[in-house]
């Protein structure tokens, strides 16, 4: 079955940077648009960015320009890459293929001010 994993979260100052990672298994990974979504403390879950298996990338506005998703179809392994980080990124982020409904157990992005 699906199964994903990720992992890079942790705790950074604003500004600062980190680098998000989810290894997928259970699929054919290169065929796959993965995602990246965060849900902020008491809010709803919110879909950051997407990537197809060609490299065509969207992100949502609150991000763009500091956050870049990437993928290495070899590895099956897709990242988000976090830069000028904020307060407001604060959140549990986890990674999905569009396709299946498998949730992993996300990873934790503390930005302190």
């Known amino acids: 079955q699906v199964q994903l994993v990720e992992s890079g979260g942790g705790l950074v100052q604003a500004g600062g940077s980190l680098r998000l990672s989810c290894a997928a298994s259970?699929?054919?990974?290169?065929?796959?648009?993965m995602e990246w979504y965060r849900q902020p403390p008491g809010k709803q879950r919110e879909l950051v960015a997407t990537i197809t298996g060609g490299g065509s990338t969207t992100y949502a506005d609150s991000v763009k320009g500091r956050f870049t998703i990437s993928r290495d179809n070899a590895k099956n392994t897709v990242y988000l890459q976090m830069n000028s980080l904020r307060p407001e990124d604060t959140a549990v982020y986890y990674c999905?293929?569009?396709?299946?409904?498998?949730w992993g157990q996300g990873t934790q992005v503390t930005v302190s001010a």
């Open positions: 999905k293929s569009l396709i299946y409904t498998t």
């Open positions: 259970g699929m054919i990974f290169s065929l796959n648009v």
